[in-house]
């Protein structure tokens, strides 16, 4: 798939970005990765990555009061970084979830969310 290893590439341009990857987040499984991992394991932050999108799509906690509305992104932030999962939204089966790691100190998060937000859309149309 082209359009997943320019994403890769093109995430990893996000000032901070420490990794990278495309994950099905309903097997866990890591369809591409790039740069560093939490640990150095990218098949666990892939299946955990799948654990928070499965958590936080099955929640009633997380429903919003406007009907169809759809869970786009979470953000999870520790002491030295930024976690940001964007869900992939398609028109048949949407099953994957670009995942990006960013050094706190240098990372911006609004920046980041406008960029994976166009990555994911140009994913979609390759």
Avoid at 56 to 85: C, K, M, Q, W
Avoid at 102 to 123: F, I, W
């Amino acid at each position: 798939m082209p359009g997943v290893d320019h994403c890769l590439q093109e995430a990893m341009t996000i000032p901070g970005a420490v990794g990278a990857s495309i994950v099905d987040y309903t097997t866990g499984f890591p369809v591409a990765t790039t740069g560093a991992a939490p640990n150095s394991d990218h098949e666990a932050a892939a299946a955990g990555t799948a654990e928070v999108v499965q958590a936080a799509n099955s929640r009633s906690l997380f429903v919003s009061a406007v009907p169809h509305d759809l869970l786009e992104d979470l953000i999870i932030t520790t002491a030295g970084g930024y976690h940001l999962l964007r869900l992939v939204q398609t028109e048949f089966d949407s099953r994957l979830v670009l995942y990006v790691w960013l050094d706190r100190v240098r990372g911006n998060l609004a920046v980041a969310r406008r960029k994976m937000q166009r990555l994911a859309d140009e994913l979609v149309t390759t």
